[in-house]
């Protein structure tokens, strides 16, 4: 039969509103709409970053330094490029009568911006301030209660508002910040006292270029001319590499996950191909009476499936694009892209390609089971069942190996993404086993003696039961759930037992060293009881490492070693007689108070151990462009979870007192003490210092942890939706056995009281065995990533966490019964008579 007969028989017999075919056009449609929503997305945005990456960089180029400017031969190469335009950040403290914020001050020259265009509220598009001009962004006006034409003080200088930021252009670029921003001119930060030396500030240097260069070339070239000039460079091809980076590891794990729940829905797909052909099982046997041979068969129904499959995809298609604009105004704000449709044809073509992989997998064994059996058997499936085909196989696999060769060549970290995809199968694996596990308990449990309880639990284990599929696809939806529920509630605990204790009042930057003393007594005066801790603030890159005599220049790295963070850009250095507080020697010993040696350093225990190193190897550091040379004394772990100090490298005295620099403090103050009046006297006495309420940071975090949480949430709703179709394959699939049983027992005598409670209680029985699996295997995993990757006490809220897995478990049970009772509708006559 050629593929035109068999479309035009396939077609004839293919209901238009894919009766039968149903489930499997909404499994595939679901699979591909989420696929092609994330995929869209993810090209909308990485699309704008890639057109608007000047503007959100500043610059087709930008070097960041700490603690310095760039020197004249350093900036005479950057002009030699282009068009430079300078400034530096800082954190900085603005104050109003009585009142007083946390600020991010960002210092522009004249020729800022080089890209997009700076607009004021009801004012258009501005140059950069001049002299005491300010800008302020919403958020700083209202904290300090001004508007335009106002005045405000910031360090020893008074400025006036000269406008309201609406659109800051390089906002995006600039990274996280713990104010809002508040544009002045170039030289208004050293004016206002805030650059004296050893104050902790950033400069950045944007060039805009007077022609078309390779930009990686050029920052090699800059890397090579100045190796130990700690630059940080950053180029428009990665406008905002922070954004960049959230939104491919973003795209990545939703990708996984959507491809996890599209593999969860293939389970529904295999049901309902199964009830599909089982429901086709004369026609099939007609056409073999026919003459028809195994390869007719396959083809005819091969053909509905895929057009099924076909419409689906479509559909899923269409709403994953047309789902984008939706998600870009809920996103506006938060990550570059436009509210309006974004076609890209290979995410698209990615979805689409996932769901027809999917669809193979799991159509193809009940397909081919099908194809080679004779009329006879056909024609006695329901009481003499089909076995199963061994050639299925190869299609399985080959199908599966497409969907991970697909997952693994679209990923920009393969690693990665195998190794997800590697877990997700161990889990399914594991689920798979505890169904089993769950059918062979059931048959060996003793029979109840009610007849509704016996019959309930027969059917977790009569021959072609769905126990085992429905605890798959259904356990890992529920137990993502529990996942959320134990981290969530058990870090809140963390936060809410142990931070308070441990955490300071304010975290202050830039205290002047000649003046700790008065900063102390100033403190002591606010309240006797408050307890002040400073150390020395540097910042510092590492410039190489390694055994004496055979040291790694770190530009030389073509890439950082995995750990080995503290490797990359400029990072806090602080030196101490004693070891810091919260901090424990595990290698070597101390230096001790009075020491006059060699430079020394002691380094974070997790850090050496990925860049390879231990006690006598060298350090050199660049600071304030210079080199020091240190050898590593001893190796500490460090309690990351204090909020207090921590360094991965604290050096010997000796190796910096000399270099200039200011002190970094925490205050503690009493409990009861009011911290308004503090707050304002440390802004008064130290007008160049910066002072951070913790209170304020620790709200971030907890707003953080609760996005996180929506976007988890939402992800393994997506899995139990999936488990749904699942189940409402499974009934579909057995609708006909069930059909036949609810009728033998209406003729014993059951009403349809008895026989709902009969599914009531079956489906009871199988929630709690889901019950039981998904907290089991969620609060594993919840335990494990709490306590092993965050190092968090295990905290968990069991009533949260039980109310959540309820819940679940309330939607199953109400979808199950729901869909068995269209069984409760069948007429004894007419089904008997149909047999």
Same mark, same amino acid.
């Not at 007849?451 to 599929?469: K, Q, V």
């Not at 070597?588 to 430079?599: H, K, V």
């Given at each position: 039969?050629?593929?035109?007969? %068999?479309?035009?028989?396939?077609?004839?017999?293919?209901?238009?509103?894919?009766?039968?075919?149903?489930?499997?056009?909404?499994?595939?449609?679901?699979?591909?709409?989420?696929?092609?929503?994330?995929?869209?997305?993810?090209?909308?945005?990485?699309?704008?970053?890639?057109?608007?990456?000047?503007?959100?960089?500043?610059?087709?180029?930008?070097?960041?330094?700490?603690?310095?400017?760039?020197?004249?031969?350093?900036?005479?190469?950057?002009?030699?490029?282009?068009?430079?335009?300078?400034?530096?950040?800082?954190? &900085?403290?603005?104050?109003?009568?009585?009142?007083?914020?946390?600020?991010?001050?960002? &210092?522009?020259?004249?020729?800022?911006?080089?890209?997009?265009?700076?607009?004021?509220?009801?004012?258009?598009?501005?140059?950069?301030?001049?002299?005491?001009?300010?800008?302020?962004?919403?958020?700083?006006?209202?904290?300090?209660?001004? $508007?335009?034409?106002?005045?405000?003080?910031?360090?020893?200088?008074?400025?006036?508002?000269?406008?309201?930021?609406?659109?800051?252009?390089?906002?995006?670029?600039?990274?996280?910040?713990?104010?809002?921003?508040?544009?002045?001119?170039?030289?208004?930060?050293?004016?206002?006292?805030?650059?004296?030396?050893?104050?902790?500030?950033?400069?950045?240097?944007?060039?805009?270029?007077?022609?078309?260069?390779?930009?990686?070339?050029?920052?090699?070239?800059?890397?090579?001319?100045?190796?130990?000039?700690?630059?940080?460079?950053?180029?428009?091809?990665?406008?905002?590499?922070?954004?960049?980076?959230?939104?491919?590891?973003?795209?990545?794990?939703? /990708?996984?996950?959507?491809?996890?729940?599209?593999?969860?829905?293939?389970?529904? =797909?295999?049901?309902?191909?199964?009830?599909?052909?089982?429901?086709?099982?004369?026609?099939?046997?007609?056409?073999?009476?026919?003459?028809?041979?195994?390869?007719?068969? *396959?083809?005819?129904?091969?053909?509905?499936?895929?057009?099924?499959?076909?419409?689906?995809?479509?559909?899923?298609?269409?709403?994953?694009?047309?789902?984008?604009?939706?998600?870009?105004?809920?996103?506006?704000?938060?990550?570059?892209?436009?509210?309006?449709?974004?076609?890209?044809?290979?995410?698209? !073509?990615?979805?689409?390609?996932?769901?027809?992989?999917?669809?193979?997998?799991?159509?193809?064994?009940?397909?081919?089971? *099908?194809?080679?059996?004779? !009329?006879?058997?056909?024609?006695?499936?329901?009481?003499?069942?089909?076995?199963?085909?061994?050639?299925?196989?190869?299609?399985? /696999?080959?199908?599966?190996?497409?969907?991970?060769?697909? %997952?693994?060549?679209?990923?920009?970290?393969?690693?990665?993404?195998?190794?997800?995809?590697?877990?997700?199968?161990?889990?399914?694996?594991?689920?798979?086993?505890?169904?089993?596990?769950?059918?062979?308990?059931?048959?060996?449990?003793?029979?109840?003696?009610?007849?509704?309880?016996?019959?309930?639990?027969?059917? =977790?284990?009569?021959?072609?039961?769905?126990?085992?599929?429905?605890?798959?696809?259904?356990?890992?939806?529920?137990?993502?759930?529990?996942?959320?529920?134990?981290?969530?509630?058990?870090?809140?605990?963390?936060?809410?037992?142990?931070?308070?204790? $441990?955490?300071?009042?304010?975290?202050?930057?830039?205290?002047?060293?000649?003046?700790?003393?008065?900063?102390?007594?100033?403190?002591?005066?606010?309240?006797?009881?408050?307890?002040?801790?400073?150390?020395?603030?540097? $910042?510092? !890159?590492?410039? &190489?490492?390694?055994?004496?005599?055979?040291?790694?220049?770190?530009?030389?790295?073509?890439?950082?070693?995995?750990?080995?963070?503290?490797?990359?850009?400029?990072?806090?250095?602080?030196? %101490?007689?004693?070891?810091?507080?919260?901090?424990?020697?595990?290698?070597?010993?101390?230096?001790?108070?009075?020491?006059?040696?060699?430079?020394?350093?002691?380094?974070?225990?997790?850090?050496?151990?990925?860049?390879?190193?231990?006690?006598?190897?060298?350090?050199?550091?660049?600071?304030?462009?210079?080199?020091?040379?240190?050898?590593? !004394?001893?190796?500490?772990?460090?309690?990351?979870?204090?909020?207090?100090?921590?360094?991965?490298?604290?050096?010997?005295?000796?190796?910096?007192?000399?270099?200039?620099?200011?002190?970094?403090? /925490?205050?503690?103050?009493?409990?009861?003490?009011?911290?308004?009046?503090?707050?304002?006297?440390?802004?008064?006495?130290?007008?160049?210092?910066?002072?951070?309420?913790?209170?304020?940071?620790?709200?971030?975090?907890?707003?953080?942890?609760?996005?996180?949480?929506?976007?988890?949430?939402?992800?393994?709703?997506?899995?139990?939706?999936?488990?749904?179709?699942?189940?409402?394959?499974?009934?579909?699939?057995?609708?006909?056995?069930?059909?036949?049983?609810?009728?033998?027992?209406?003729?014993?005598?059951?009403?349809?009281?008895?026989?709902?409670?009969?599914?009531?209680?079956?489906?009871?029985?199988?929630?709690?065995?889901?019950?039981?699996?998904?907290?089991?295997?969620?609060?594993?995993?919840?335990?494990?990533?709490?306590?092993?990757?965050?190092?968090?006490?295990?905290?968990?809220?069991?009533?949260?966490?039980?109310?959540?897995?309820?819940?679940?478990?309330?939607?199953?049970?109400?979808? %199950?019964?729901?869909?068995?009772?269209?069984?409760?509708?069948?007429?004894? &006559?007419?089904?008997?008579?149909?047999?």
């Amino acid at each position: 039969m050629s593929w035109a007969n %068999a479309w035009r028989i396939a077609r004839r017999d293919l209901n238009a509103r894919f009766k039968g075919l149903r489930l499997l056009l909404v499994c595939i449609f679901l699979g591909t709409a989420a696929l092609a929503a994330i995929g869209s997305l993810t090209a909308a945005i990485e699309r704008e970053l890639e057109a608007n990456g000047q503007t959100f960089l500043g610059g087709d180029i930008q070097v960041e330094l700490w603690q310095r400017s760039l020197n004249a031969d350093e900036r005479a190469a950057l002009e030699d490029l282009g068009t430079v335009s300078a400034g530096t950040r800082l954190q &900085a403290m603005a104050r109003k009568d009585d009142l007083a914020a946390p600020i991010e001050l960002k &210092a522009v020259d004249e020729a800022y911006p080089l890209y997009g265009s700076l607009v004021l509220e009801g004012q258009g598009k501005s140059p950069a301030p001049i002299g005491n001009q300010a800008f302020l962004a919403p958020g700083a006006a209202d904290r300090l209660g001004v $508007r335009r034409g106002d005045s405000f003080a910031v360090g020893t200088q008074t400025l006036t508002v000269a406008g309201i930021i609406e659109d800051e252009p390089d906002r995006l670029g600039e990274g996280f910040q713990l104010g809002p921003t508040i544009i002045v001119a170039e030289d208004l930060p050293r004016r206002a006292g805030l650059l004296e030396p050893g104050s902790m500030y950033q400069s950045k240097t944007r060039v805009a270029l007077a022609q078309t260069r390779d930009l990686e070339a050029i920052e090699q070239d800059l890397e090579d001319r100045f190796p130990d000039a700690g630059f940080d460079i950053d180029t428009a091809e990665n406008g905002a590499p922070g954004t960049d980076r959230f939104v491919e590891r973003m795209s990545e794990f939703l /990708t996984l996950v959507g491809l996890a729940a599209l593999v969860i829905a293939g389970i529904g =797909i295999g049901g309902g191909v199964t009830s599909y052909l089982d429901a086709r099982r004369q026609s099939i046997a007609t056409l073999k009476v026919l003459g028809a041979d195994s390869r007719d068969i *396959a083809r005819i129904y091969a053909l509905q499936i895929f057009a099924a499959s076909a419409v689906g995809s479509i559909a899923g298609l269409v709403v994953g694009v047309a789902v984008v604009p939706v998600l870009a105004q809920a996103l506006e704000g938060l990550l570059p892209v436009n509210a309006g449709f974004v076609i890209d044809p290979g995410a698209l !073509a990615l979805a689409a390609a996932y769901g027809f992989l999917v669809a193979l997998v799991f159509a193809a064994p009940p397909l081919m089971r *099908a194809r080679h059996f004779p !009329a006879m058997a056909l024609m006695r499936a329901r009481v003499a069942p089909l076995a199963r085909d061994r050639s299925a196989m190869l299609v399985v /696999t080959g199908g599966l190996a497409a969907i991970v060769g697909l %997952a693994l060549l679209t990923s920009s970290r393969p690693l990665l993404a195998g190794g997800f995809l590697f877990g997700a199968a161990i889990v399914l694996g594991l689920l798979a086993l505890l169904g089993w596990l769950i059918r062979k308990g059931a048959a060996a449990l003793p029979r109840p003696q009610s007849p509704i309880a016996r019959a309930a639990l027969a059917n =977790i284990h009569r021959p072609g039961s769905s126990t085992g599929s429905l605890v798959t696809a259904l356990g890992f939806g529920l137990a993502a759930f529990v996942l959320l529920a134990a981290i969530q509630s058990s870090i809140d605990g963390n936060i809410q037992s142990r931070v308070p204790e $441990r955490a300071p009042n304010y975290f202050v930057l830039d205290v002047p060293r000649d003046r700790e003393a008065d900063f102390r007594a100033l403190v002591t005066q606010a309240d006797s009881g408050a307890s002040v801790r400073a150390v020395p603030a540097l $910042r510092g !890159a590492v410039l &190489a490492f390694g055994p004496e005599g055979s040291m790694t220049r770190t530009s030389s790295l073509e890439e950082i070693p995995d750990g080995a963070w503290a490797l990359r850009g400029e990072r806090g250095l602080t030196y %101490a007689d004693e070891v810091p507080e919260g901090n424990e020697l595990t290698d070597g010993s101390w230096w001790g108070p009075m020491y006059a040696g060699e430079p020394l350093v002691s380094v974070d225990k997790d850090f050496a151990e990925a860049a390879g190193l231990k006690i006598g190897d060298k350090l050199t550091f660049g600071v304030l462009g210079a080199e020091i040379e240190t050898r590593i !004394a001893s190796l500490r772990t460090i309690n990351w979870e204090s909020l207090g100090f921590n360094y991965v490298f604290v050096l010997s005295p000796n190796a910096l007192r000399d270099t200039p620099h200011n002190l970094a403090a /925490t205050i503690e103050l009493s409990d009861g003490t009011p911290t308004g009046p503090l707050l304002q006297a440390l802004v008064r006495e130290f007008p160049s210092t910066s002072v951070i309420e913790v209170g304020g940071v620790l709200q971030q975090a907890r707003t953080i942890l609760e996005q996180v949480g929506i976007a988890t949430l939402a992800a393994a709703s997506v899995a139990v939706l999936a488990g749904l179709a699942v189940l409402l394959g499974a009934i579909a699939a057995a609708r006909a056995s069930r059909t036949y049983d609810t009728v033998v027992l209406r003729v014993l005598g059951a009403d349809r009281r008895q026989v709902l409670a009969m599914q009531l209680a079956e489906y009871a029985l199988l929630a709690g065995a889901l019950a039981l699996v998904a907290l089991g295997l969620g609060t594993l995993t919840a335990w494990l990533v709490v306590t092993q990757l965050f190092e968090f006490d295990w905290l968990p809220d069991w009533g949260q966490v039980f109310a959540v897995l309820g819940l679940g478990l309330a939607v199953v049970v109400a979808f %199950a019964v729901g869909g068995s009772l269209p069984l409760l509708r069948s007429k004894p &006559a007419q089904v008997l008579r149909a047999l």
